[in-house]
């Protein structure tokens, strides 16, 4: 048990800070409920139709999201060619040729977006 003292120590610290700061903002935390907490936006704006299946969103919200976690799983693979860039890159040209054309591939993809105004509300 002696050599699991450094992983319970942490895990104990951790969920004792979050619990504690939980409890913190129940008995400290303001306790009026208002009308437009019980709504399903918050925006300012009073809620005329409640969403349902009927509804239909513009097709520009979808659009949006799925280029945002595209271009942000695309953006994870230059973390591992940064963290060799010092011992490699002078070493093998040829893995700067390589991120560069990644890189040409996003902007590519970034500039056809962008050209049919996707990224536009």
Known sequence: MGQYIHLIFPLVIGWGFAF???ALSHFLGPKKNLKTDLTPYECGVEVVDLPSSKNRFDIRFYLVAILFLVFDLEVIFLFPFAYIFKSVATV???LMIEMGVF???LLVGLFYVWKKD???W
Do not use: M, N
């Open 92 to 94: 093998s040209p040829f």
């Open 20 to 22: 504690a700061v939980i």
């Open 118 to 120: 996707v990224l536009i």
């Open 103 to 105: 890189i040409a591939i």
